[in-house]
């Protein structure tokens, strides 16, 4: 399984920003699609963003405009850049990765964003 280490987040004041990382390592298959999901106290784990291969990307209604999601694919890594943070961005993002097989998971890493 492709191991995942996330790196970044922190705490910020609300509309300051953050980048947040993610470099994938112990690649058998090749990844097709990575990305961030978050998941806030209480609530469900949703998608952030996604970006493929290729280089399309997808993005939450509630972060577009505001966070960009970029990839290196000699490198395996996937930054994310969130700007403009709201409180409501609160929570722990978890870095994922697809292949042929099946889906990896970081094991996280939180962002606090104070009002």
């Known amino acids: 399984q492709v191991q995942l280490v996330e790196s970044g987040g922190g705490v910020v004041q609300a509309g300051g920003s953050l980048r947040v990382s993610c470099a994938a390592s112990?690649?058998?298959?090749?990844?097709?699609?990575m990305g961030w999901y978050r998941q806030a106290p209480g609530k469900q784990r949703e998608l952030v963003a996604s970006?493929?291969?290729?280089?399309?990307?997808n993005y939450a209604d509630s972060v577009k405009g505001r966070f960009t999601i970029s990839r290196d694919n000699a490198k395996n890594t996937i930054d994310l850049q969130m700007n403009s943070l709201k409180p409501e961005d609160t929570a722990v993002y978890y870095c994922?990765?697809?292949?042929?097989?099946?889906?990896?998971w970081g094991r996280g890493t939180q962002v606090t964003v104070s009002s």
């Open positions: 970006i493929t291969s290729g280089g399309s990307t």
């Open positions: 994922y990765a697809n292949n042929s097989i099946t889906r990896s």
């Open positions: 112990r690649i058998i298959f090749s990844i097709t699609a």
